[in-house]
T-cell receptor, first 116, second 113 residues
Framework: GAVVSQHPSWVICKSGTSVKIECRSLDFQATTMFWYRQFPKQSLMLMATSNEGSKATYEQGVEKDKFLINHASLTLSTLTVTSAHPEDSSFYIC????????????FGSGTRLTVV | DAKTTQPPSMDCAEGRAANLPCNHSTISGNEYVYWYRQIHSQGPQYIIHGLKNNETNEMASLIITEDRKSSTLILPHATLRDTAVYYCIVRGYSGGGADGLTFGKGTHLIIQP
């Protein structure tokens, strides 16, 4: 079945630095990928939709200049958290859907970001 | 997408069937019912989906009422590894997959030994 690989699985960074998270579709091409954020004991919240070859679409309240998304190929989308602060500490999850896949969306294993 | 209502938590004994309800009274005719689960600190995992007929796969069964206003996910023989948050999501089928999923709060299923 479809597999989405997310890297790194966890990262600790200092406040003010930037962190890049990668999301790869391993055995299928994904023109669209999605980025979610999940705070402790809360549900997943869609942050943005990443479109290959074009600008990402951000959900209301998500700062596009802070969460930079690049979808340069059909198998790779990256999320860069710029000038990270402790309140950005969260679980970030990507997902993708193969166009012909009847089984819905495939999710990565998530990235635990801790900003100290 | 139609709104869903699920109980916040449920317990089930290991080896027994776990029945997770979901209400979706505002579902429209072209919307599917999807179930995902999220084991702690992992990404969500697809379980099953259906439109109006009951569905079964190697993981679970999905029972949808005739009026489609509610459904039940059945894990026939629950194991400790089935402890997770289960999300019921209703949305239209999009072959292009242009829209992300909207997650509610889900049901935290705890399998007791």
């Amino acid at each position: 079945g479809a597999v989405v690989s997310q890297h790194p699985s966890w990262v600790i960074c200092k406040s003010g630095t930037s962190v890049k998270i990668e999301c790869r579709s391993l055995d299928f091409q994904a023109t669209t990928m999605f980025w979610y954020r999940q705070f402790p004991k809360q549900s997943l919240m869609l942050m943005a939709t990443s479109n290959e070859g074009s600008k990402a679409t951000y959900e209301q309240g998500v700062e596009k200049d802070k969460f930079l998304i690049n979808h340069a190929s059909l198998t790779l989308s990256t999320l860069t958290v710029t000038s990270a602060h402790p309140e950005d500490s969260s679980f970030y999850i990507c997902s993708a859907r193969e166009g012909s896949n009847p089984y819905g969306y495939t999710f990565g294993s998530g990235t635990r970001l801790t900003v100290v | 997408d139609a709104k869903t209502t699920q109980p916040p938590s449920m317990d089930c004994a290991e080896g027994r069937a776990a029945n997770l309800p979901c209400n979706h009274s505002t579902i429209s005719g072209n919307e599917y019912v999807y179930w995902y689960r999220q084991i702690h600190s992992q990404g969500p995992q697809y379980i099953i989906h259906g439109l109006k007929n009951n569905e079964t796969n190697e993981m679970a069964s999905l029972i949808i009422t005739e009026d489609r206003k509610s459904s039940t996910l059945i894990l026939p023989h629950a194991t400790l590894r089935d402890t997770a948050v289960y999300y019921c999501i209703v949305r239209g089928y999009s072959g292009g997959g242009a829209d992300g999923l909207t997650f509610g709060k889900g049901t935290h299923l705890i399998i007791q030994p």
